[in-house]
């Protein structure tokens, strides 16, 4: 016996990849024979009992290193908003942020959009997309080492994701920590944790509703309460907190003679 920590996106029905025989013969006997499963969000729980993957679920969540994703005080002569993640335009509808960004450049508006992340693939496609939607505030800084990502989450005014489908969006809760507003889908159920005083969701595809919480931000109509978000974050995804539950469930085990 032992335990499964998942956090595959495949078993979504938006992603759609768990598929083929021996895939789902090995996943079988592997979440079956185990003892707890440990997935991120109750999607994903659902998504795998709906694929006869029957076991003791917990929701668990990601880590935040919330003693390096600290808040700090913004300074932006225009408004900063930063993307981060594989620009896998499937799932992370990149090209829907860019063509919500260009319509609201064409429109007047001052701002300065950074896209953090994504294979060169990736990267390339949404640069292409850039290209035809003629956006100009643009900058992709392509992949970020870990340590430096702190001071680009601390920087931005607000951190924006559009994503179809998640199991977590590790990247929303480290923003969360750094006291910056986060605009988002409700995938993973994020609209369970943001409130209007850390951010705003929106559905997914909804490029309507995408610019009008961007322009909110853009004409100072909503902030985020960074100590709130902070203290959110610390005290449900901190090391400390993930480390306790994951100790005390070992802890409550029957030991071995």
């Not at 997309?129 to 992709?140: D, L, T």
């Not at 309507?208 to 959110?232: F, M, P, W």
Request: with cysteine; aromatic share 10%; net charge positive.
């Amino acid at each position: 016996h032992h335990t499964v920590f998942e956090q595959w996106t495949g078993y979504l029905k938006e992603d759609n990849l768990y598929k083929g025989l021996f895939r789902k013969f090995i996943t079988q006997k592997n979440i079956q024979n185990s003892l707890q499963t440990w997935c991120l969000c109750e999607h994903q729980k659902k998504s795998m009992i709906e694929n006869h993957l029957h076991s003791n679920y917990e929701i668990l969540g990601n880590v935040v290193n919330t003693n390096i994703f600290l808040p700090k005080q913004k300074n932006n002569p225009a408004k900063k908003f930063i993307h981060i993640s594989t620009l896998d335009d499937r799932q992370k509808n990149i090209s829907g942020i860019i063509n919500v960004f260009s319509e609201i450049e064409r429109e007047g508006y001052k701002f300065e959009l950074i896209v953090i992340g994504g294979k060169e693939e990736y990267t390339r496609k949404a640069k292409d997309i850039a290209q035809k939607a003629g956006i100009k505030n643009i900058i992709f800084t392509g992949m970020v080492e870990q340590e430096k990502l702190p001071e680009y989450y601390q920087s931005a005014d607000a951190l924006v994701m559009f994503s179809n489908y998640e199991t977590f969006c590790v990247v929303v809760y480290e923003a969360l920590s750094c006291g910056t507003y986060v605009i988002t889908t409700n995938a993973a159920g994020l609209d369970k944790i943001i409130s209007n005083e850390l951010g705003s969701v929106v559905p997914p595809k909804n490029e309507d509703q995408l610019k009008r919480a961007i322009i909110e931000v853009l004409e100072n109509k909503t902030s985020c309460n960074t100590e709130r978000a902070h203290r959110l974050i610390k005290n449900n995804f901190s090391e400390e907190v993930i480390g306790k539950k994951l100790y005390d469930y070992y802890a409550s085990l029957p030991s071995k003679k």
